[in-house]
């Protein structure tokens, strides 16, 4: 096999994996994932490892599966890693790990999300039990608010330390964005809970149904804890707002995500919460979301359209999702920016009011900026409307927080190791930075705990 | 975190009073907050009015009018909630107004009923109008009795004035000076409060029922026009000066699932039979 070539994870038909809610990859098999391995050049200084937020030995796992040693390879990853079946699955690998591959310079680098994904499927489904190794009990209390990706990597990190670790969470299952925001067919629910569970096993604390701020006020925790962690995500959601934003079918991205993945609208009425579904749905956006509201709303029989006002270059989703939602038939129109939403007697939605876009000079993220094209109004028939054009912080917390600075846009400010103008209150994630990765909170979230460590030591 | 039913008690037709074991909410629960209840695994998040705390408990009062509804009026003393959330919301604008006027339409009173008492505390002089469709159906009369007067207004006439609580407040506020309005009930009813609010110019309080998935301000179901802005109910309300809501697309809103509504009912009728409990 020539150097260039990647072993592809197998993949169900497009046909009929966007009929139902099931996992789209079925990643590799053992054999599969020892030619992909074997494929790695094994690099005295690695750049793959500077790609990764969390810095896993990539090099060293990956030869643990060429040499068909998948549980010592599993051992590496775990100790980087407290959610590898996640992050092999979610993470946008061609900007970290595998962008920075240096096969990248002859061919396809190696695939290290899916090698990562395989070793940790490959545990789970031999019971590889985790080993846990707590360095000593330790007395101090540490309180973690949100139990999202950041949040529940620093409560795996401080708890492995040996502190107390309390997670205190809002919503009636652990996961954020996991639970919530991603879709079962791209990360299923038995994989968040199994790698949960394993926090559990180190003794994390999971409090549900929490929601702080209203519960439990921010001075009770800094009175209680000897440090808090912050990592409550951007899960406001913007509107366009635009004329007609009220109208019935109209969504938030957020809204349509959380009734499809948390509350399971798609199984109604076998579950108790609908969803609505048009014979037409328009997403609005170019983003992951907006990519996991669309092909959703596929799997529920819609003939569903993405409207971005860009062009296809400049969408801010995984080059992978992209791929994905055009196999299973979702449409794309770009250059194309929603003016209002026209509504009937009745007060829903029936259609788009758009207007056609070009390219202007780069503005400030090195984008092209989009400019209206005068005359070029157009209305798109549809009966609901997904708007996934990002998120705000959320201020039930924040606003409670005394002394907490935030910076212009409302977001946590933080000095470089996640300590917020409160010195025993760090934060990470979403609230620090606005919407990004899975993996970016993850490595907030260890490198905060890290500081947490130093700080209570002290 | 129990959420076991320690009391249940039937105060009129499908309408049902719960104490519900939490130390937290009952702790922490200001007048004008509600709670999230999933009831059992694959419910849906249903927002209910705290409607009094004593103790380590919570009080709401429920209306069945639908299949989560249905099925909560169903559960019995010691049976468990399996999620409560809470509290949640902005509390209700307690401090010292003078003369206030507080108006409960249907189950609406036992939302009034934290508010009312908060008032009276900090020293306000109280009027309570207890609207309903008829006798029956006025709830917690008793826990009114504080009120400087207590009027009834009911559709029927079957107890006090025979008007909608809208004109029965028309007529109060041609006698009596107020400072401020609370009016908690059917959307209907707020909105009609609501207009004769902004005839006299009056500040009027209404507690916005929207259509809720998560209760913290996560995905914008909720949301309602103020004026010219878009507030999220769950976290900048529910309580809006009633004069800046678009009625309009806020009782639109509340449609929204009609038609699911009503299957879900059907299917689960399908199953259980005659709703004999409520």
């Given at each position: 096999?020539?150097?260039?070539?990647?072993?592809?994870?197998?993949?169900?038909?497009?046909?009929?994996?966007?009929?139902?809610?099931?996992?789209?990859?079925?990643?590799?098999?053992?054999?599969?994932?020892?030619i992909?391995?074997?494929?790695?050049?094994?690099?005295?200084?690695?750049?793959?490892?500077?790609g990764?937020?969390?810095?896993?030995?990539?090099?060293?796992?990956?030869?643990?599966?060429?040499?068909?040693?998948?549980?010592?390879?599993?051992?590496i990853?775990?100790?980087?890693?407290?959610?590898?079946?996640?992050?092999?699955?979610?993470?946008p690998?061609?900007?970290?790990?595998?962008?920075?591959?240096?096969?990248?310079?002859?061919?396809?680098?190696?695939?290290?999300?899916?090698?990562?994904r395989?070793?940790?499927?490959?545990?789970?489904?031999?019971?590889?039990?985790?080993?846990?190794?707590?360095?000593?009990?330790?007395?101090?209390?540490?309180?973690?608010?949100?139990?999202?990706?950041?949040?529940?990597?620093?409560?795996?990190?401080?708890?492995?330390?040996?502190?107390?670790?309390?997670?205190?969470?809002?919503?009636?299952e652990?996961?954020?964005?996991?639970?919530?925001?991603?879709?079962?067919f791209?990360?299923?629910?038995s994989?968040?809970?199994?790698?949960?569970?394993?926090?559990?096993?180190?003794?994390?604390n999971?409090?549900?149904?929490?929601?702080?701020?209203?519960a439990?006020?921010?001075?009770?925790?800094l009175?209680?804890?000897?440090?808090?962690f912050?990592?409550?995500?951007?899960?406001?959601?913007?509107?366009?707002?635009?004329?007609?934003?009220?109208?019935?079918?109209?969504?938030?991205?957020?809204?349509?995500?959380?009734?499809?993945n948390?509350?399971?609208?798609?199984k109604?009425?076998?579950?108790?919460?609908?969803?609505?579904?048009?014979?037409?749905?328009?997403?609005?956006?170019?983003?992951?979301?907006?990519?996991?509201?669309?092909?959703?709303?596929?799997?529920?029989?819609?003939?569903?359209?993405?409207?971005?006002?860009?062009?296809?270059?400049?969408?801010?989703?995984?080059?992978?999702?992209?791929?994905?939602?055009?196999?299973?038939?979702?449409k794309?129109?770009?250059?194309?920016?929603?003016?209002?939403?026209?509504?009937?007697?009745?007060?829903?939605?029936?259609?788009?009011?758009?207007?056609?876009?070009?390219?202007?000079?780069?503005?400030?993220?090195?984008?092209?900026?989009?400019?209206?094209?005068?005359?070029?109004e157009?209305?798109?028939?549809?009966?609901?409307a997904?708007e996934?054009?990002?998120?705000?912080?959320?201020?039930?917390?924040?606003?409670?927080?005394?002394?907490?600075?935030?910076?212009?846009?409302?977001?946590?400010?933080?000095?470089?190791?996640?300590?917020?103008?409160?010195?025993?209150?760090?934060?990470?994630?979403?609230?620090v930075?606005?919407?990004?990765?899975?993996?970016?909170?993850?490595?907030?979230?260890?490198?905060?705990?890290?500081?947490?460590?130093?700080?209570?030591?002290? | 975190?129990?959420?076991?039913?320690?009391?249940?008690?039937?105060?009129?037709?499908?309408v049902?009073?719960?104490?519900?074991?939490?130390?937290?909410?009952?702790?922490?629960?200001?007048?004008?907050?509600?709670?999230?209840?999933?009831?059992?695994?694959?419910?849906?998040?249903?927002?209910?009015?705290?409607?009094?705390?004593?103790?380590?408990?919570?009080?709401?009062?429920?209306?069945?009018?639908?299949?989560?509804?249905?099925?909560?009026?169903?559960?019995?003393?010691n049976?468990?909630?399996?999620?409560?959330?809470?509290?949640?919301?902005?509390?209700?604008?307690?401090?010292?107004?003078?003369?206030?006027?507080?108006?409960?339409?249907?189950?609406?009173?036992?939302?009034?009923?934290?508010?009312?008492?908060?008032?009276?505390?900090?020293?306000?002089?109280?009027?309570?109008?207890?609207?309903?469709?008829?006798?029956?159906?006025?709830?917690?009369?008793?826990?009114?009795?504080?009120?400087?007067?207590?009027?009834f207004?009911?559709?029927?006439?079957?107890?006090?004035?025979?008007?909608?609580?809208?004109?029965?407040?028309?007529?109060?506020?041609?006698?009596?000076?107020?400072?401020?309005?609370?009016?908690?009930?059917?959307?209907?009813?707020?909105?009609?409060?609501?207009?004769?609010?902004?005839?006299?110019?009056?500040?009027?309080?209404?507690?916005?029922?929207?259509?809720?998935?998560?209760?913290?301000?996560?995905?914008?179901?909720?949301?309602?026009?103020?004026?010219?802005?878009?507030?999220?109910?769950?976290?900048?309300?529910?309580?809006?000066?009633?004069?800046?809501?678009?009625?309009?697309?806020?009782?639109?809103?509340?449609?929204?699932?009609?038609?699911?509504?009503?299957?879900?009912?059907?299917?689960?009728?399908?199953?259980?039979?005659?709703?004999?409990?409520?």
């Amino acid at each position: 096999m020539a150097l260039k070539d990647r072993v592809n994870p197998i993949e169900r038909n497009p046909k009929e994996r966007a009929k139902d809610f099931s996992e789209v990859s079925l990643g590799y098999t053992e054999n599969l994932a020892i030619i992909e391995a074997k494929r790695c050049l094994q690099c005295k200084i690695p750049t793959c490892v500077k790609g990764c937020p969390v810095g896993i030995d990539i090099p060293g796992f990956i030869k643990q599966i060429a040499n068909e040693k998948f549980q010592e390879s599993y051992k590496i990853l775990k100790k980087y890693n407290a959610l590898p079946a996640i992050c092999g699955r979610v993470c946008p690998q061609e900007v970290q790990c595998e962008g920075a591959c240096v096969l990248n310079k002859m061919g396809k680098p190696i695939a290290i999300g899916s090698l990562e994904r395989f070793v940790a499927d490959w545990a789970s489904k031999n019971n590889i039990k985790d080993e846990i190794k707590i360095e000593k009990k330790l007395t101090k209390k540490i309180a973690i608010i949100g139990a999202g990706p950041s949040g529940l990597t620093a409560a795996s990190e401080l708890a492995k330390s040996g502190f107390l670790v309390d997670v205190y969470e809002t919503f009636s299952e652990p996961g954020g964005v996991l639970i919530y925001g991603i879709p079962e067919f791209r990360l299923p629910k038995s994989i968040v809970k199994k790698e949960v569970d394993f926090l559990k096993e180190l003794g994390v604390n999971i409090l549900l149904n929490i929601p702080v701020g209203n519960a439990i006020e921010p001075q009770e925790l800094l009175e209680k804890y000897d440090a808090i962690f912050i990592g409550v995500g951007a899960g406001t959601p913007k509107f366009m707002n635009i004329e007609g934003t009220e109208l019935n079918g109209v969504y938030s991205a957020n809204e349509f995500l959380t009734r499809i993945n948390l509350m399971k609208a798609y199984k109604f009425p076998e579950y108790d919460t609908p969803v609505k579904i048009g014979k037409n749905v328009v997403v609005i956006g170019g983003g992951n979301t907006a990519m996991d509201a669309a092909r959703s709303a596929l799997r529920l029989g819609a003939n569903v359209t993405i409207i971005y006002r860009r062009s296809e270059g400049e969408m801010p989703a995984r080059k992978a999702e992209i791929h994905h939602a055009k196999e299973e038939g979702v449409k794309f129109q770009l250059l194309t920016q929603p003016i209002s939403y026209i509504g009937d007697k009745e007060g829903n939605l029936i259609g788009i009011k758009c207007v056609k876009m070009k390219l202007g000079q780069p503005d400030k993220s090195g984008r092209r900026k989009p400019i209206p094209i005068e005359n070029s109004e157009f209305i798109i028939p549809t009966e609901i409307a997904i708007e996934a054009i990002g998120t705000n912080p959320n201020k039930l917390l924040l606003s409670k927080f005394e002394g907490l600075k935030l910076n212009k846009w409302g977001y946590i400010q933080t000095n470089e190791y996640g300590q917020t103008s409160i010195p025993k209150v760090f934060a990470g994630g979403d609230i620090v930075t606005g919407s990004a990765t899975v993996i970016l909170a993850m490595g907030a979230g260890k490198k905060a705990a890290k500081k947490i460590k130093e700080f209570l030591n002290d | 975190m129990l959420n076991n039913i320690v009391k249940k008690e039937k105060l009129a037709y499908g309408v049902h009073l719960f104490w519900i074991e939490n130390p937290i909410i009952s702790k922490k629960a200001k007048p004008g907050q509600f709670v999230i209840f999933r009831i059992h695994e694959g419910g849906e998040r249903i927002p209910l009015t705290i409607s009094k705390t004593k103790g380590n408990m919570f009080r709401v009062i429920v209306k069945a009018v639908g299949k989560s509804t249905y099925e909560l009026c169903k559960l019995k003393e010691n049976d468990y909630i399996k999620d409560v959330v809470g509290p949640l919301g902005t509390p209700s604008e307690i401090k010292r107004y003078g003369r206030v006027l507080v108006i409960g339409g249907g189950v609406g009173i036992a939302a009034i009923a934290p508010i009312v008492d908060a008032l009276i505390n900090v020293g306000n002089k109280v009027d309570t109008i207890l609207a309903a469709r008829n006798k029956e159906s006025i709830i917690l009369e008793d826990e009114f009795k504080d009120s400087e007067n207590l009027y009834f207004a009911t559709n029927d006439g079957s107890k006090g004035e025979k008007l909608f609580p809208n004109q029965l407040m028309e007529k109060l506020i041609k006698e009596e000076k107020y400072d401020v309005v609370w009016a908690i009930g059917p959307a209907l009813m707020m909105k009609a409060c609501s207009e004769v609010a902004k005839q006299h110019n009056l500040k009027i309080f209404v507690s916005l029922n929207a259509i809720m998935v998560d209760g913290t301000g996560m995905c914008g179901g909720c949301r309602v026009r103020i004026k010219d802005t878009l507030k999220y109910t769950c976290v900048d309300g529910p309580e809006f000066d009633g004069r800046d809501v678009d009625w309009n697309s806020f009782l639109t809103r509340l449609s929204q699932y009609k038609a699911e509504e009503k299957k879900a009912l059907e299917n689960y009728l399908k199953i259980v039979g005659e709703p004999t409990w409520l």
